[in-house]
Structures are given as C-alpha cells and as structure tokens.
C-alpha cells in the first residue's frame, strides 16, 4: 500500500542548532504536503505546507523542501529552540478520488538546552 | 476562536458499551474528518465527510459508525466497544476536503478513550 514514512523516529539536537526531519513519500500523484507538530496532549498543528509545483518553502524559522525525483520531503527548523520539541509528522495528498490526507508515523524532536 | 472542540477529552468505557464523540467546528468548513492514534502507527482516517450530508469510510471503518448533523458537526459512535478500540480519537477539518483539496486540516485536541 501507499505510506508516507519519516526516515528516524527520534532525533535529539541542542537549543540553537539548526533540525532537519525527513520524510519519504511512495505515492508520485501527490501534489500536496504538509507538516504538522503535536505536543503532548494536544492535536497536529499544522506548520507549513508545500505544492508539488514547488520546490522550497519558508515560513518563520522553518523551510520545507521538496524532491519530486526522490519522493523526499524535510522540514528544517533554524535555530530550534525548547519549545520545537514535539512530534512532526508529514502528510500527502495522494490525489485520489475517495481518499483524503494520509499521515507518517512521526518523528519526536528532543531539544535540550 | 474555538476552532476545533471535541467532548468529552477522557473516558473509560466497558466491553460492550456504547459511546458518541462529539466534534465541533465554528470555521465553516465544507469537509470533516475522524482519526485514531496509537502508538508507533500515527493517524489513521476512520471516516470522512466531504460535505454536509455525505460520509465516506477511511482505512479503519469497522466497529465505527458517524453522522454529519449539519455543517458544524461530525459525531464518531462506537456501538459496541472493544478493548481495541483504546485510543486517541481525534477530528479535523477543511474548508473543502477530496481528492484535489490542497488544504490543511485543522485538528481538535482529542479524545482519550480506554476501554477495559
């Protein structure tokens, strides 16, 4: 089956350097991405999202980039703080009738200061 | 600026006893959403609603039933609750969901169901 899927299920960094979280996708009709950031006891929260007509994208303090020719998706935080740590976990829309987003399993960010 | 709102945030159920999640969204989305998550398997789509008055089953339907009561509101229900049924239940939604919505979803902060 098709699967969005994150390359490590933890990754541990020091406040003020930069994280990068990966993310492989199978599916090459997807034309939507998104990443999202979950807190303990909270819901996703959506971060930045990414078209498959493009290639990188800037928000505050985060880039999303895009490889079409890999199916390779990463998120790359600039001088992550304490408060970045959480779980993030990618997403794709597959771009089929009847379907809808289809999630990773997550990679939790450790920052320590 | 409510959002997303699920009721209620816990519960422990019982084999066999029947319960409704509730969800709510004020941002006048077309499209809602029912996931659960567990350990190591990150979300999964139970069911879906594209829009007022339809309702589609994700990759996990079975022991779920939902209602879209209107456009505000998406309820999960299980009948008859199973011990693998534990999780966490989570809604969301978007201004307009299918196969070519390049939309974010908007997530609750779900509900934690344990069934004993």
């Known amino acids: 089956g098709e699967s969005v899927g994150l390359h490590l299920p933890t990754l541990s960094v020091q406040e003020g350097d930069n994280s990068i979280i990966n993310c492989a996708y199978s599916?090459?009709?997807?034309?939507?991405f998104i990443w999202y950031k979950q807190e303990s006891g909270k819901g996703p929260q959506f971060i930045i999202d990414?078209?498959?007509?493009?290639d990188k994208r800037q928000g505050q303090r985060v880039t999303v980039l895009l490889n079409k020719t890999v199916k390779h998706l990463s998120l790359q935080i600039a001088a992550t703080q304490p408060g970045d740590s959480a779980v993030y976990f990618c997403?794709?829309?597959?771009?089929?009738?009847?379907?809808?987003?289809?999630f990773g399993k997550g990679t939790t960010l450790s920052v320590s200061s | 600026n409510a959002g997303v709102t699920q009721t209620p945030k816990f519960q422990v159920l019982k084999t066999g006893q029947s319960m409704t999640l509730q969800c709510a969204q004020d941002m006048n989305h077309n499209s809602m959403y029912w996931y659960r998550q567990d350990p190591g398997m990150g979300l999964r789509l139970i069911y879906y609603s594209a829009s007022e008055g339809t309702t589609d089953k994700g990759e996990v339907p079975n022991g779920y039933n939902v209602s879209r009561l209107n456009k505000r509101e998406f309820s999960l229900r299980l009948e008859s609750a199973a011990p693998s049924q534990t999780s966490v239940y989570f809604c969301a939604s978007s201004p307009r969901g299918g196969s070519h919505s390049n939309q974010p979803q908007h997530f609750g902060d779900g509900t934690r169901l344990s069934i004993l």
């Open positions: 997403a794709e829309n597959p771009n089929q009738a009847g379907t809808a987003l289809i």
């Open positions: 990414i078209r498959s007509n493009m």
């Open positions: 599916n090459s009709a997807s034309d939507y």
